[in-house]
């Protein structure tokens, strides 16, 4: 188990997982700034936090072609689909997050499919250029102009 990231509570953690029975199973490699690199090596992408916006990382990680776990809290249900992409477990339930953990990391097939549906996922919706039609088609609409195009450059 590799746990990327930092937090109030990291030195914490990384202390009691230093002084328990999985030591040798679980990195705590902090902050990281190559995250290709971290998803490259992954197999299984978690988010499991009580708060979010619309977290960047699923997206990258959907990008990677990675199935998706993660809490069941503000916009991630935006972009991942139940069952699908992966699953959405409600905050704070450990016990489901365990269940949908094992049945991931038991089922390869699953992983690889959910992986495939969040990359397709991605590219059909959260590319960089299909953002930048979606809100410049936004703000159009908004300023009465739906079929107006100024950009900086000539460019639409």
């Known amino acids: 188990l590799r746990l990327v990231g930092d937090g109030p509570q990291w030195q914490q953690a990384r202390a009691r997982i230093a002084a328990g029975p999985l030591a040798a199973r679980i990195a705590l490699p902090g902050h990281s700034t190559d995250v290709g690199r971290e998803l490259a090596g992954a197999q299984i992408f978690l988010l499991i936090s009580n708060w979010e916006g619309f977290p960047i990382s699923i997206l990258e990680a959907m990008r990677a072609g990675l199935p998706v776990i993660a809490s069941d809290v503000g916009g991630v249900r935006e972009a991942v689909v139940d069952g699908v992409t ?9 016990a489901a997050l365990r269940d949908r ?19 397709q996922r991605y590219e059909t919706l959260f590319t960089l250029e299909h953002m930048y039609r979606k809100t410049l088609a936004l703000y159009r609409s908004l300023a009465g102009r739906p079929d107006e195009v100024h950009c900086i450059g000539g460019q639409a």
Do not use: E, H, T
């Not at 038991?106 to 495939?116: E, T």
């Open 86 to 94: 992966g699953c959405l477990v409600p905050r704070g339930d450990a």
């Open 101 to 119: 953990l094992l049945q991931l990391i038991g089922d390869p097939a699953l992983r690889v499919a959910m992986g495939q549906a969040g990359r």
